[in-house]
């Protein structure tokens, strides 16, 4: 009997139409750096030197389901055109994405696609950024972290578990971990707190774009 390869689907066939560039990537190492998370380093068959590397650049991974094959969305982590490597972090839960991750060992391999992935840092340079994600958003966020240099930066991140706080963060000041709870309305809370407190202190121009920023 023949082998069906799993089916993309209709979101395959649109990025077929686009010409989205489609990789074998290749696991290489596994590095669980806490009970809820973990980081897989990759060759990356070709990717890092066909495209210009910027900040927060993603890459759509594609895994079996089944016959189907289901796209999730990965910031690359620690891109080395020069070696042809790369890494890509996992917030563990339960979906296709973390099951594979949590079973593969080196030597596995997974089809990814590059489409659409693009960012530049605004200009002129603001005064400073307020940066509020989970531990699903923490490599684009270091990636953006480091891509603003000294640049001021208030980061909020949500914590679904204790020992997330431990995770790697780029900045090791102006760090606020917030516990999640009720859907990330402790997050929203908290980051509303500080931007309120920290209106009462400036000029009115900055207050109106802060808000603008909030919503």
């Not at 395959?12 to 750096?33: C, H, I, P, W």
């Not at 495209?51 to 969305?73: N, S, V």
């Not at 240099?149 to 914590?159: F, H, I, R």
Request: charged share 20%; hydrophobic share 40%.
């Amino acid at each position: 009997m023949l082998d069906t390869k799993p089916s993309r689907g209709f979101a395959g066939a649109v990025l077929k139409l686009l010409r989205a560039g489609d990789y074998e990537l290749t696991v290489t190492v596994k590095n669980q750096l806490s009970s809820h998370y973990l980081r897989l380093s990759f060759r990356a068959g070709g990717l890092l030197a066909d495209r210009a590397l910027h900040p927060t650049m993603w890459i759509r991974m594609w895994f079996a389901d089944g016959a189907k094959l289901h796209q999730r969305g990965y910031t690359l982590v620690h891109p080395d055109p020069a070696n042809d490597t790369v890494d890509i972090e996992f917030a563990l839960h339960d979906g296709v994405a973390s099951r594979w991750a949590q079973q593969v060992e080196p030597g596995d391999t997974i089809e990814a696609t590059v489409l659409g992935s693009n960012f530049a840092l605004p200009e002129p340079q603001p005064a400073g950024y307020v940066i509020v994600g989970d531990t699903a958003s923490l490599p684009a966020i270091n990636s953006l972290l480091d891509a603003i240099g000294d640049a001021p930066a208030q980061v909020y991140l949500e914590a679904g578990h204790d020992d997330d706080k431990q995770l790697p963060v780029v900045r090791g000041t102006d760090v606020t971990w917030v516990d999640r709870k009720k859907a990330g309305e402790s997050l929203v809370q908290a980051v509303q707190a500080a931007a309120f407190d920290a209106s009462d202190r400036c000029h009115p121009r900055a207050r109106s774009a802060a808000v603008r920023s909030m919503r």
